[in-house]
């Protein structure tokens, strides 16, 4: 299949579908971390071109619940409606099979219903991170939390949960924290394990 992974800098999910055999190729405004085929610019400019499918994974900044502190703050409105009509565009591109994923955030439903709702850990990444999944024309993906007699375990066990304080308030972390300098790109980068498991039941 030709795939596009749209929002993709890392070729992380990319990469999965070409060992699999696959057309794939990202694309963002950022140069790809890896080698490999990779659209350097507005994802928007190239929904066109013949795709069978499309993996997205657009920013969440404005559309994330983990940021319902500030969303009253002056020109939040502006971006969060911005986000949600590049979520809307992805949504109703002209491709046959469409995965949009992203935190919990006001896109469900404000442009359709999540499918899905996945963790890291199922797939093999020993971390939380609460992740949606818009699917249209593709299956929810499968995780096993044990052996049986016709598949192997994908989940492993679930980080411990962490406590901690912020601004004097306690904050309960269930979710992966990627932090370092990069921060906010390392917190973009999606999980191999879950990339893998696309490309095995979607690819």
Request: aromatic fraction near 12%.
């Amino acid at each position: 299949m030709k795939i596009l992974i749209a929002c993709e800098f890392s070729g992380i999910v990319r990469d999965a579908f070409i060992a699999k055999g696959h057309d794939a190729m990202s694309c963002d405004l950022l140069p790809t971390e890896k080698p490999g085929p990779h659209y350097q610019g507005d994802v928007l400019e190239i929904l066109n071109d013949g795709w069978d499918m499309m993996i997205a994974h657009p920013p969440c900044t404005y559309l994330s619940y983990a940021g319902t502190a500030h969303w009253s703050e002056t020109g939040r409105c502006v971006k969060r409606l911005e986000a949600l009509e590049f979520f809307r565009q992805l949504w109703e591109a002209p491709i046959d099979k469409i995965c949009i994923e992203n935190p919990k955030g006001c896109a469900s439903p404000t442009i359709a219903k999540y499918t899905q709702e996945i963790q890291p850990f199922y797939f093999g990444d020993a971390a939380y991170k609460t992740t949606w999944l818009w699917l249209k024309n593709l299956l929810p993906l499968k995780h096993f939390e044990c052996d049986t007699l016709f598949e192997k375990q994908t989940a492993v066990e679930p980080p411990q949960q962490i406590y901690t304080r912020y601004d004097g308030k306690k904050i309960h972390h269930i979710e992966a924290c990627r932090g370092g300098k990069d921060r906010a790109k390392n917190r973009a980068k999606f999980w191999p394990g879950i990339a893998a498991a696309m490309a095995e039941q979607w690819g």
